[in-house]
């Protein structure tokens, strides 16, 4: 596909039905003359999603807050992936009353960077950026966390790299950390850094040989800092209580804040990485 560097002008795809285009979002604010939906990140995304696929018109037509993507293509029957896929509309849940974001995935550099196309209400009508893979956030701010991409079926999303597949034992230890690393895009080392030993004696599950306890740790670990942002709750790089239960609500276990040896978060979680 060719990637866009410039901004739309006198495009269908981004102008409103009522002026003449294919584009059912509102206009955006401020208004950019020849391509009124902007500036808006919901409808640059829907005119462009659009537009790579390129049947002038616009089929999928997105017409919601911007964290309310992913439920309007799944009703589409459009998939979703976990990681950024060409051409697709990455999606981010916004905090509190915030709205989310959306942004156009143009080129993928590798694992851990990418490079969109993106607007913002009250903002800029459009611009590039290149994303990294640093926290699992993709570059954005504390206030809002990345769930998923949606794959434009013009760029069908590639088959996956062949990756081992761990043992579903409910355990934590080093080969699940190590593919963790691999999903989430943090340094595989197969160890959970700096984690506080206060937590090591009540969670059996999870193994010594991989968490890093310790007294007093200083800067916590790059993975539990990725897996508490994809898990909906503070992110500061230790496990602990809050930390637990946010990944047994994620993945639909007992809440009890504990991880017993095995256990049954562990083994969820463990299935949830064999997909990836």
């Not at 866009?4 to 795809?13: A, D, I, L």
């Not at 769930?147 to 699940?176: F, K, L, M, R, Y």
């Not at 670990?221 to 897996?227: F, M």
């Amino acid at each position: 596909m060719e990637i866009r560097t410039t901004c739309p002008n006198n495009n269908k795809y981004y102008i409103t039905t009522g002026q003449g285009g294919w584009n059912m979002a509102i206009q955006g604010k401020p208004t950019k003359a020849g391509a009124n939906v902007l500036a808006n990140c919901v409808g640059y995304a829907n005119g462009r999603f659009a537009e790579i696929i390129g049947k002038d018109k616009i089929e999928y037509q997105f017409i919601c807050n911007a964290e309310g993507f992913i439920n309007k293509a799944k009703n589409y029957g459009l998939k979703i992936s976990a990681v950024p896929t060409l051409g697709g509309i990455m999606v981010w849940e916004g905090k509190g009353s915030l709205a989310g974001h959306v942004a156009i995935v143009e080129r993928i550099d590798s694992n851990n960077q990418i490079f969109t196309s993106e607007s913002a209400y009250n903002g800029s009508a459009f611009y590039n950026k290149t994303r990294y893979n640093c926290n699992g956030n993709w570059d954005m701010g504390s206030n809002y966390s990345f769930i998923g991409c949606i794959i434009n079926p013009s760029n069908p999303e590639p088959a996956p790299t062949p990756t081992h597949q761990i043992s579903v034992d409910g355990i934590w230890g080093v080969d699940t950390t190590r593919k963790a690393q691999e999903v989430f895009g943090t340094p595989v080392d197969g160890r959970v850094s700096n984690q506080y030993a206060y937590y090591k004696n009540s969670n059996p599950g999870l193994l010594s040989n991989t968490f890093d306890w310790k007294t007093n740790p200083k800067g916590g670990s790059n993975l539990i800092y990725a897996i508490q942002k994809w898990c909906g709750t503070s992110a500061d790089g230790f496990i602990g209580t809050n930390t637990i239960k946010a990944m047994q609500r994620k993945l639909g276990t007992p809440v009890d804040g504990k991880v017993s040896y095995p256990s049954m978060m562990v083994k969820e979680f463990q299935k949830w990485l064999n997909q990836r």
